[in-house]
C-alpha cells in the first residue's frame, strides 16, 4: 500500500534499461526465513520485500508472479473470516498485518497473524480466485540486515534503484531511514540514517517522530521518497542525498491536519491528473469525527508535492482552506479503510471494517 | 450412508504427529480409494457452519493417506475432517475437538519505570508479562490511565503497538503529540499528565495471553505525577563509585533522575584509554536511577571513561543531546559531553 505511480515509472524506464531485471543480484535459494511481518511491499519484477524488524532483516523474495491477471476482484464480505477459517481460527482470532498488490500481476499478498501461536503467513488473492497460502519454500531471495537498534519496519520502497524502509525501534521514537543499493544481494546490509524533518502543524524541526508510510516519487528526473507522518505532515527526500555520513534534511510539503496518523500512501493518474491517496487512523475521531469511521482517507494532488512552498510555507489543509479548495480532499468512499494498495489505473484494493472483528475486501475507484 | 463409507469413517482419525504435538488427520490406505483426499474444516458456533478448506498438505504414505495442517490447530476449536472421492463425494467424515491447555491465567510480571513518582511528560511505559500476549488494536481500549477520582483520560495512547519478538514485553507509548509541547494534538487535547496529580494504569481484566487466557482480574498501578522534565541527563551530573582495580566488583553510577531502562544496555559504554571494555551486565536500582555495571573481565588499572550513547533516555524522552521535543534549530542543543572520566589505580 504504498509504491505507486511513480513505482510504474521506474517500471517502464527498467524495461527500457533492463535494470528491474537486477533487484536481487546471486540470491540465496530455498526457504526464505521470514519469521515476522511488519510491512510488506513490492519492487519491480514481481519482488515481494517483507519487512521484518522483529528479527532486523528485510526479505527480498522473488514470487515469480509477473503475468498480469485480468479480471474483477469484486467485493468479499467477511474477507477476515475466510482468511481466518483457512487457518481454522474465528475472525477475531487473526490479524491482517497489512496488504500489498503485486503491480506486475494485480495479484493481492495480504500479511496474516494468527493470534495463539504468533503463525505469520502472507496469502494471496488473485482476480475471482481463493485464499491461497504463500509458501516461502523454494524460493529465491535475498536478506537484508537491519542494524541493531530497529525493531519495527514501517515502510519499504523501492526507488531509484534503492531499496529504501522506513523504520523505527521499540524504545525510540525516532525517524530511521535505511537504504540499501541495489541490486540486492543476499546478508549485504546499507546505512542507517536520522533524518530530520520540519513539522509544519508545530512549526519545529525534529528527528523525535517515525515516519508512518513512504512512497516513491519523481520530480524533473530526479528520485525522491515521500513520506508522511503522525499529525500530519507529507515530506519529501531527495534519494541522493541519502549517502553515508550525510544528514537528511527532509522538505515539508503538506499538512493534513492534526489528530491522523497515516496507515497506507500511493499514488495515480486519473483523467490526466495525478494525485496521492493515504488512509490513516484518525484519532481524534470521537470528538471531531470526519465520517461514520476513525479510518478515513485523504487525495491530494501530486503537484503539491513539486510546489514552491515549502515547510514554514506548506499548504496546510484546515488552514489554507481556500487554496486547499479541491488540491486536498477527503475522499468519501473511503471511510472504514484499514489497508489498501492501488490496483490498477482505475480503482484500488481495500480492507474496510465491519463489525470491528472482520474486514470486507472491497474494490473501490480511485477518487 | 454405504458400509464402505461407515467403514472410511470409522478408521478417519485426529492423531499427532510422532515426535511432536501438531495434529493431524489421516485414514487407512485401504479405506481410502485412489485419488481421494481428505479436507480440514472449523467448525463454526452455528448449526451446520462450517469454515473453508484449511490450509493443509495431503500426502499418500505406504499405509495411510494422511492430511497435516500448515498451521496448528487451536486450543477449544471443533474441527470436522471430510473424506472425499476423487468426484468429490463425501466418503466419511471424522470431528474432534482441540482440548484447552489447563493454563493459569497470565501475570503481569513488572512495570516500568518503577517508581511511583514520575515526570508529568512521562513517554512511555513498558509492561512485562510472563508469556506471550495477543497482539491486535484491541489492547489499547484495554489499557486505561485514571485520575484520582476515577474517570478516564481521553486517547492517551499511541496506537502502535510495539511488543518485543516474544511478545512478552509492551512498550506503550503515551501519545508523544500530547507531550511535546505546541503540537496541535497537545494543544486540542491538552497534556495526557498533569503534574502534582495521581493516577493509576488500568488494565482490563479482559486483556488476554496468545492463546486466549485473559488475566481474569483488574491489574491496578497508582502513581504520583512530578512537574514537566525538560532537564537532559547529562552524563557530567553522574556520581560514580569506583570498584577496585583487580576485582570484578560493579562500578555503580548514582544519576539525579531516572533513565528508560530498556536503552541503557546499548547506550552505556566503558572505554580504557579509548578501547571497549567488555560488560558483562548492567542492573538497575532505585528506581532506575542507579546503575551497577559489571564488567565481563577484572577491571584493569587505567584511565576510563563512560560513555553515553546518543539515545539514551530519561523518562522524558531526553537525552544527553536534545530535550525531547527540542526544535533542531535550538543552538542550546547537543552541548554536552557525553562521557564521564575516572581513573582505577
Known amino acids: 500500500m504504498k509504491k505507486l505511480f511513480a513505482l510504474l515509472t521506474v517500471l517502464s ?119 491461497e497460502h504463500f509458501s516461502f519454500e523454494d524460493r529465491e531471495y535475498a536478506v537484508v540486515p537491519l542494524p541493531e537498534g530497529v525493531s519495527r519496519v514501517t515502510d519499504i520502497v523501492w526507488v531509484g534503484g534503492k531499496l529504501v524502509a522506513a523504520a523505527r525501534a521499540n524504545e525510540e521514537f525516532a525517524s530511521k531511514i535505511y537504504a540499501v543499493d541495489g541490486p540486492v544481494q543476499h546478508n549485504r546490509g546499507g ?8 513539522h509544519v ?45 550525510a544528514k537528511i534534511n527532509g522538505i515539508s510539503m503538506i499538512e493534513l491536519g492534526s489528530g491522523n496518523r497515516p496507515l497506507d500512501m500511493f499514488g495515480y493518474e486519473k483523467d490526466g491528473k495525478a494525485s496521492v491517496l493515504t488512509n490513516t487512523y484518525r484519532f481524534h475521531h470521537s470528538k471531531q469525527p470526519y465520517g461514520p469511521s476513525p479510518h478515513l482517507a485523504f487525495r491530494f494532488d501530486e503537484a503539491l508535492l513539486g510546489s514552491e512552498k515549502t515547510n514554514e510555507g506548506a499548504i496546510h489543509r484546515t488552514r489554507d482552506t481556500k487554496e486547499a479548495a479541491g488540491k486536498i480532499d477527503i475522499a468519501e468512499p473511503y471511510h472504514g479503510v484499514v489497508h489498501m494498495d492501488r490496483l490498477d489505473s482505475k480503482s484500488a484494493l481495500a480492507l474496510r471494517e465491519t463489525n470491528g472483528k472482520d474486514f470486507d475486501l472491497v474494490t473501490i475507484a480511485l477518487p | 450412508m454405504s458400509l464402505a463409507a461407515l467403514l472410511a469413517s470409522a478408521s478417519l482419525a485426529f492423531g499427532t504427529v510422532p ?40 500426502t499418500r504414505q505406504e499405509s495411510a493417506l494422511v492430511l497435516e495442517p500448515s498451521f496448528p490447530l487451536s486450543a477449544g476449536n471443533t474441527y470436522l475432517a471430510i473424506l472425499l472421492d476423487k468426484a468429490g463425494k463425501e466418503l466419511g467424515q471424522a470431528k474432534y475437538t482441540v482440548p484447552r491447555k489447563d493454563s493459569p491465567p497470565p501475570r503481569l510480571e513488572a512495570i516500568y519505570p518503577t517508581s511511583e513518582k514520575l515526570p508529568a511528560n512521562l513517554l512511555k511505559f513498558y509492561l512485562y508479562f510472563d508469556r506471550s500476549m495477543r497482539e491486535g488494536q484491541d489492547l489499547f481500549d484495554q489499557i486505561h490511565i485514571e485520575d484520582a477520582n476515577g ?73 504520583r505525577t512530578l512537574p514537566e ?55 538497575a536500582g532505585e528506581g532506575e536511577s542507579v546503575w551497577s555495571i559489571y564488567p565481563s573481565q577484572p577491571w584493569e588499572s587505567g584511565n576510563y571513561d563512560l560513555v553515553a550513547g546518543p539515545d539514551l533516555e530519561d523518562l522524558a524522552g531526553n537525552t544527553p543531546e536534545r530535550v525531547f521535543d527540542t526544535d533542531l534549530k535550538d543552538a542550546s542543543s547537543g552541548d554536552t559531553p557525553a562521557n564521564v572520566e575516572f581513573s582505577l589505580d
Open chain 1, 13 to 131: 524506464l527498467a524495461a527500457l534499461d533492463g535494470f528491474a531485471k537486477q533487484i536481487l543480484d546471486n540470491p540465496a535459494k530455498g526457504t526464505a526465513p521470514v519469521a515476522s511481518i511488519n510491512v510488506l511491499s513490492f519492487a519491480p519484477e514481481g519482488v515481494l520485500l517483507v519487512g521484518d524488524g522483529t528479527n532486523r532483516k528485510i526479505v527480498a523474495i522473488s514470487t515469480g508472479d509477473t503475468t498480469e491477471l485480468k479480471g474483477e476482484f469484486g467485493e468479499t464480505k467477511g474477507f477476515g473470516s475466510e482468511i481466518a477459517g483457512r487457518l481454522g481460527v474465528k475472525a477475531g482470532d487473526v490479524e491482517i498485518i497489512d496488504i500489498a498488490v503485486n503491480p506486475a500481476s494485480r495479484r493481492l499478498y495480504a500479511a496474516v497473524r494468527k493470534q495463539d501461536d504468533k503463525s505469520q503467513l502472507v496469502v494471496t488473492l488473485a482476480p475471482g480466485g481463493k485464499v
Open chain 2, 151 to 223: 474517570q478516564r483520560v481521553h486517547a492517551p495512547w499511541r496506537r502502535l503497538e510495539l511488543w518485543t519478538a516474544d511478545a512478552k514485553r509492551l512498550t506503550l507509548w503515551i501519545h508523544p503529540g500530547r507531550v511535546k509541547r505546541g503540537v496541535n494534538l497537545r494543544e486540542q487535547l491538552g497534556p495526557v499528565l498533569l503534574p502534582g496529580k495521581e493516577y493509576t494504569l488500568v488494565l482490563d481484566k479482559t486483556l488476554r495471553s496468545a492463546d486466549g487466557i485473559p488475566l481474569g482480574q483488574e491489574i491496578r498501578h497508582s502513581f
Open chain 1, 201 to 245: 502543524s508545530h512549526r519545529r524541526w525534529e528527528t523525535k517522530a517515525p515516519m508512518s508510510v513512504m512512497l516513491p516519487y519523481e520530480e524533473d528526473g530526479k528520485h525522491y521518497i515521500v513520506g508522511a507522518f503522525s499529525c500530519t505532515p507529507v515530506v519529501k527526500y531527495p534519494i541522493d542525498a541519502i549517502q553515508p555520513g
Open chain 1, 191 to 198: 546505512q542507517l540514517y536520522s533524518a530530520e524533518t520540519y
Open chain 2, 229 to 283: 522534565d525538560y532537564v537532559r541527563p547529562r552524563p557530567d551530573s553522574w556520581v560514580l563509585e569506583l570498584p577496585l582495580a583487580g576485582t570484578s566488583q560493579p562500578l555503580v553510577v548514582h544519576l539525579p533522575e531516572p533513565v528508560d531502562h530498556a536503552l541503557v544496555k546499548r547506550n552505556i559504554s566503558i572505554l580504557l584509554t579509548g578501547k571497549k571494555v567488555g560488560l558483562d551486565r548492567i542492573e
Open chain 2, 19 to 58: 515426535g511432536g504435538d501438531a495434529w493431524k488427520v489421516s485414514i487407512r490406505a485401504e479405506d481410502a480409494p485412489e485419488g481421494s483426499a481428505i479436507t480440514l474444516h472449523l467448525v463454526g458456533q452455528e448449526p451446520d457452519s462450517l469454515g473453508p478448506a484449511m490450509f493443509a498438505k495431503v
